[in-house]
């Protein structure tokens, strides 16, 4: 067990409880080792303390003004970024992850700690809300809780919380869209402005191809079109990376399995310890059995969430220090499929009576590797078609738009099996190079790209249809990609 903060008042064991889970797990993705972690997250838990102390003290309640600092949990991982941004600076930076060193020494770091006007609007939008809205905001979106757990700790009606976080998700696109107005756009932003409050208004609004296209090479814009279109679940992406910047999605996987591990232990919804109504002396550990309880569920929490994570999977699949992933802003990534032998059927797989198709692949052969953990590597031959595993599963390229020095394409892929996350792969024969993808999060090494689930369209059907885009430049001759495979598994082409 990590050696804990030591809360000074109710108010900090309160505050304990409910947010040392989360600054712990993010305080893990943005270092080298666990003992790093706690200490990162001790630092950055005393100086969010603080901070919340100083914003409570110089500001009455109650006085219906907008909000002038984040709510607890997002202050709180702020002051992780801050801190370990401190350790760079004070010579410590060995203990960071690198692709966090190397996020803090780019412009992009610079963004969150620059003039107000310049931060993302994710960030800006969320001050502007009332408190008690922002951090319901928060607690449903990006810590994945339950609505009734969130409007209990909020004292909400449960019956109304919905209709509330409705409200306040539109009260938050207003406040963004005019956050992004009041940023300094140039004049094609500007020019776009308008047209994108349109678009991301209904969901069945078309993206016209030259808004694309403008989306897909300005990010302020693409993260003010993430804040503006509510629909699709791409709000906890936007109000995570908005917060917190480097790790942002990577970030959202832990919480949300975090939530899973909390819940299934059943502990969210025990009975205050310290209440009159239960005077059987408990209320004399009550600070004790707080500070227990919440390390336990951190731990627990990281360790279920333990798992690859964007561009550092393959890396982490090779490093004899497998319990620790390594954290990307490309989000997260699958983890590891089970190997199959020849006569084993993967999990969750039909009936091998059904299914079965007359292709074969030859002994002995391996489909093409996938180089972002997902270990086909590893993987047995393609042969569970013939012997009754599942059928290989169908992919659709379409080359949507094409241009001088760029191009649009979607690929669709029928899963042959249900899903509960998958991750496809292809290969590029012409020097292609992907450079924007929505609808999941793509990263390329060499010729190899690798598209990894979104959050939000994790789970197939079987015999359902997962599709997602993305932008890519090309020069010379921009031939199809070929060595489709669906986590890990060779993928026919239609």
């Known amino acids: 067990m990590p050696d804990l903060p030591s809360p000074q008042d109710a108010t900090e064991v309160a505050l304990f409880t409910e947010c040392w889970d989360a600054v712990l797990s993010y305080a893990d993705l943005c270092t080298a080792g666990s003992a790093a972690a706690a200490e990162l997250a001790r630092e950055a838990f005393t100086r969010g303390t603080g901070e919340l102390r100083a914003a409570e003290t110089g500001s009455p309640r109650g006085t219906g003004r907008r909000s002038s600092r984040l709510p607890r949990i997002p202050l709180l991982l702020t002051a992780v970024r801050t801190t370990a941004a401190a350790w760079e600076e004070a010579g410590q930076g060995h203990k960071l992850d690198p692709d966090l060193r190397l996020w803090l020494h780019s412009g992009q770091a610079a963004r969150y700690t620059g003039p107000p006007l310049q931060r993302p609007v994710a960030v800006r939008g969320l001050r502007d809300l009332q408190q008690a809205d922002a951090e319901l905001l928060w607690l449903a979106e990006v810590e994945a809780l339950p609505l009734p757990l969130v409007a209990r700790r909020l004292g909400l009606d449960p019956d109304t919380a919905a209709d509330e976080l409705a409200q306040v998700g539109r009260l938050f696109r207003d406040r963004c869209h005019r956050n992004h107005l009041d940023s300094p756009l140039d004049a094609e932003c500007r020019s776009y402005a308008r047209l994108l409050d349109a678009v991301t208004r209904s969901p069945a609004a078309d993206t016209p191809g030259d808004l694309s296209r403008h989306l897909a090479t300005c990010q302020p814009c693409a993260e003010a079109a993430a804040c503006l279109r509510l629909h699709g679940g791409g709000l906890p992406g936007a109000l995570a990376g908005g917060v917190i910047g480097w790790g942002g999605l990577a970030y959202l996987e832990r919480r949300r399995r975090a939530a899973e591990v909390r819940l299934g232990a059943g502990r969210p919804d025990l009975p205050d310890t310290d209440d009159p109504a239960h005077g059987d002396g408990r209320a004399r550990v009550a600070r004790h059995g707080l500070l227990a309880a919440a390390a336990l569920v951190s731990l627990l929490a990281l360790a279920v969430s333990l798992m690859p994570f964007g561009d550092g999977a393959a890396e982490s699949a090779a490093r004899p220090d497998t319990d620790r992933p390594p954290a990307a802003d490309s989000g997260p990534s699958l983890p590891p499929a089970p190997t199959a032998g020849p006569d084993d059927t993967a999990p969750g797989s039909p009936d091998p009576s059904a299914g079965r198709t007359p292709e074969h692949t030859p ?109 890519a430049s090309w020069r010379g001759t921009n031939t199809p990609p070929t060595a489709f495979t669906l986590n890990g598994r060779t993928c026919v082409t239609a």
Do not use: I
């Not at 180089?371 to 599963?393: D, F, I, V």
């Not at 169908?394 to 996350?421: C, E, I, K, M």
């Open 363 to 471: 002994e002995g052969k391996h489909p093409d590797p996938e180089p972002q953990g997902t270990s086909s590597a590893t993987a047995a031959p393609e042969t569970t078609a013939a012997r009754g595993g599942p059928a290989p599963c169908r992919v659709h390229y379409d080359l949507v738009n094409q241009w001088p020095d760029g191009f649009q394409a979607t690929v669709t892929v029928t899963a042959p099996q249900p899903l509960d996350s998958w991750q496809v792969g292809f290969t590029f024969a012409d020097g292609q190079r992907v450079t924007q993808a929505w609808d999941a999060s793509a990263h390329q090494d060499g010729s190899r790209v690798t598209a990894t689930a979104a959050d939000y369209n994790r789970t197939v059907a079987a015999g359902g249809k997962l599709a997602f885009g993305f932008l």
